[in-house]
Every structure is written in structure tokens, then in C-alpha cells.
């Protein structure tokens, strides 16, 4: 599938946000681990969300579709194997090492493994904190890499792990943690990267009855403990608004999104703080989040460790700017679904635009953007946001344009339902 996008002045936008990926993955995986059934309601059909239901089945955990909601009846801790099981994560990440998190409750060796890229992608972090709390962890390839295979059953108890590499680590044992005999003592060697997300989650296990002790940023206490089934409502995603609000910004006019809870715990909630500080006006009106702006936007700089799903988008943003922006909290980018830091650079000069890079940070300087083939190598986020350049600029070409169905399936309908497309 190709698009190609035409430039846009003076949008006028009313969208509903998807629902959060973030929050359904988190949903399923603990409602998998609680007692009695859940019903996750709202949540995100998406092809990574696929994923992790998939790796459930693969875990003997059987979830269900009725109507707007999932159905998921949980194992109370104790997972349903009677032999070794495989979950083949794709390209999802968060599919990977959330379940390598649940498979240290097995005594039954699982195999996780994924696509090429999720195969260069670092797991090794986690995977020595399983080790480190008596779980089996084996390497089939390359030490540290997926493919991996692990079992337990891990009795839990005190562990270490660098922070700095992603954040899912952590939240992947945390999410077994209740299960383990002796819970778990986790304390972390680097501080974290996307702090964010580690707030998603101790939410999201409070929801369903156990609630996370934290010491600062550094140290993580849970207690053992059962999950209680219970019903869950997922909100809406700030990730996937962020590329229409990114759209007013830079095309002018105004972008209205629903669905959108304003004291989300979500990390990218913080990329409207961006765009203000660069001129757009940002308010409520009903039950929406509205962005105005008059296309003429100021450079700034901005920390996004804590917003790492919409710095594609802020610098898509940048590139529009009467002066150059420094986007810092960047290198854990570099393990992403791509390297997203790496498809910056490549999308913004293929384009015409000016960046430069240093270990943790973008410098882009704005230039004269033209049109252009973007091929975004199978990364959602740098496709989805080729498309706010593309309006911007005009007569940019998306390649393999449906790769957005990892996170947002129904992204380009909505520009075409938003008269953008």
C-alpha cells in the first residue's frame, strides 16, 4: 500500500483517539495472571495487541471477543502448561518481554522469539534478572538476543538491572512479580528511561488488586499477592492523537481530539507541552482536547526521555520551525521497532530537511522541505509521521503505508474521514 499526501493549509480537524496500546497490552497480560475473568473493555485492535493475545493462547491462557471488549479468563498465577510452549512476538516488543516476564512462572520451558529486527533488538537486561531470581534463561543465537527460552518457576526475591535500555524490563517482571513465593525486591542500576510507562503499569496492577511499593525512581518492592479479575476500561492513546494535533501545528488551524483523558499517566500526554512551547494554543472544549495554531511555530528544546512514541513527531514538527529545536532523551530510540533516531535523520534529509545528532540528542535546523519516496522499514511511528511532513510540504509518498495496523489501523481512514487524504 502506498499514500501519498498533499499540502495542507488550514485544517480544521475533529478526530476520537484510538485506544491506548500501552494500556492494552498491560491489561491483558495481568488480567492473564488474575483470578476469575476479566473483561478489558475499549481495548486497541491492533496488530501488536494481536500478538500478545496470540502469545497468551501460546501460554494456555484463553481470551475472547465479545462485542467492544475482550474476555480474558485468567490463570490465578498458575500457568495451564503441560508441555513447552513458543510465542512468536513479531515485531512487537512489548509482546516479547512481557510474556518472557510471565514465562518465569513456568516450570515448562517457552521459547519467545520474533521477525529479524526483534532479533537484534537487546534483551539481555532482562534476562539476567531472571536469572539472578532463579529462573533458566537460554540464548539461541546471540548471547542477550532473542530468540530466548526460559523457565522457571521463580520463586523471586532480590534482583538488579540497568534502567537505561527500556523501560519494559522492568515492567515485565514487576507484572509477575505477586505471582513469585517470595514477591520481589527490584532495584535499578541506571535510572530509567521512559519512567512513564513504569507508572502505566504500577497503575494498571493496582487496578486489578496489587499495588507497587517504590523507593525514588530506583527501587521497585511487590508483595506476593493475587490478581482479582475485574472489569477495565482502556482510555484513549495520546501516542496516536499526537500526529493530528502535530498536523495543526505545522499546517495551521485546529485539531479537536476525543477520547482523550487530560490527567493521563501516559508519558506522551507531555508532547502538547512541546507544541505549546513552540506557539500552538492548547485547551478543552466538551469532551475534547483542541490544538490551534497559525502555522508559525518557534524552535525550543525539550527533553523527551519521558515521551519516547512522539519524538518522530515533534521533529517532523521541528523541521516547520522559524529556528532550530534540540530534542534530547533520545538514545534508547536506537531500539526501537527501527532505529528511530537513525530514521530521522534519514526521513528529514531525504526530504530536504537539516539534522544533526550527538548520543542523546536531535538538532534539527529548519531548511526548505521538498517532496519525496518515504520507505519507513516497517516502523508505524516513522510512517505515521512521514504523513504530518507530507502535509506540511506536500507530494510525499509513504511506502508499505500499512504498516501503521501495528499500532493504529485506522489511521489513514481518519485522515481521509478529516478531508486530509
Known sequence: MEVTLSRRRGVDVTVTAPPSKSLTHRALVTAALAEGESRIVGPVRSGDTTRTRDGLAALGIRTFDEGDSVLVRGCAGVLPLSGSATVDAGDSGTTLRFLAGIATLSPRPVTLTGSLRMQ??????LGDAIAALGGRVAYEKRAGFPPLTVAGPVRGGAAAMRGDVSSQFVSALLIAAPCYVEGLDLSLTTPPVSASYLDLTAAVMEAFGVPVEREGEGRFIVRPARYRGRPYSVEGDWSSASYFFAVAAVCGGRAAVRNLDLSSLQGDRLFLD????????????????VLESDG??????IDMAASPDTVQTLAAVAAFARGPTTITGIAHLRYKESDRVAAVVRVLR???GRVAVTEDALIITPSPLRGGVVDPVNDHRTAMSAAVIGLGAGDVKILHAECVDKSFPGFWDSLKEAGLL
Open 296 to 301: 508559525d511555530l518557534d524552535g525550543t528544546t
Open 350 to 352: 531525504g526530504l530536504g
Open 120 to 125: 537484534e533488538r537487546p534483551v539481555g537486561p
Open 274 to 289: 512541546a507544541l505549546e512551547r513552540m506557539g500552538c494554543r492548547v485547551s478543552a472544549d466538551g469532551d475534547a482536547v
